[in-house]
T-cell receptor, first 109, second 113 residues
Framework: QQPVQSPQAVILREGEDAVINCSSS?????VHWYRQKHGEAPVFLMI?????EQKGHDKISASFNEKKQQSSLYLTASQLSYSGTYFC??????????FGTGTSLTVIP | NAGVTQTPKFQVLKTGQSMTLQCAQD?????MYWYRQDPGMGLRLIYY???????DKGEVPNGYNVSRLNKREFSLRLESAAPSQTSVYFC????????????FGPGTRLTVL
């Protein structure tokens, strides 16, 4: 049930781009993306809904392929503040919600 | 607005002791959630409440009970704590069950000896 995220970890230099992927084996109603910094609570980034609607951060983009139950988060021109662990969360039938195991992103100067 | 608040921030228990984690939100949200976060495991849903008066089991409910006291408050109880329940516990709330972002509290770091 838990979505699979890839990669598990990535290191970037400032200004570089990254893509984080999230894949589920179940049909999804929506995909959420959150970022968590060490010792803090997760913070909402974006929601992608079935049917194409998106809500969230204006500096981060994402895609949702409903047929493949996959989502990707695109981080462009990365900044030091982008460092943290990124989680996707998947909503599915029966009020089920599962978070992925996370992708650790480190941006270095 | 305080958002989502949790108490306590830290707690150490001995095996077999009981305790209640408190959560409150001031955003008038219908849905509330309890998660646990273990290293390398991400966040796992323990229980959720889609509205006042209703609760449902999540992925890992064993060893826990919850109470949705009113629209604002959602508590998590450990009746007989076990070392396997050592974790960081997060409470969250959202406007509706589907399609709305979840707002998280600061977390409770629980150690069971």
């Amino acid at each position: 049930q838990q979505p699979v995220q890839s990669p598990q970890a990535v290191i970037l230099r400032e200004g570089e781009d990254a893509v984080i992927n999230c894949s589920s084996s179940k049909a999804l109603y929506s995909v959420h993306w959150y970022r968590q910094k060490h010792g803090e609570a997760p913070v909402f980034l974006m929601i992608l809904l079935k049917g194409g609607e998106q809500k969230g951060h204006d500096k981060i983009s994402a895609s949702f392929n409903e047929k493949k139950q996959q989502s990707s988060l695109y981080l462009t021109a990365s900044q030091l503040s982008y460092s943290g662990t990124y989680f996707c969360g998947t909503e599915m039938a029966g009020n089920q919600f599962y978070f992925g195991t996370g992708t650790s992103l480190t941006v270095i100067p | 607005n305080a958002g989502v608040t949790q108490t306590p921030k830290f707690q150490v228990l001995k095996t077999g002791q009981s305790m209640t984690l408190q959560c409150a939100q001031d955003m008038n949200h219908n849905s509330m959630y309890w998660y646990r976060q273990d290293p390398g495991m991400g966040l796992r849903l323990i229980y959720y409440s889609a509205s006042e008066g209703t609760t449902d089991k999540g992925e890992v409910p064993n060893g826990y009970n919850v109470s949705r006291l009113n629209k604002r408050e959602f508590s998590l109880r450990l009746e007989s704590a076990a070392p396997s329940q050592t974790s960081v516990y997060f409470c969250a709330s959202s406007g509706d069950r589907v399609g709305n972002e979840q707002f998280f509290g600061p977390g409770t770091r629980l150690t069971v000896l």
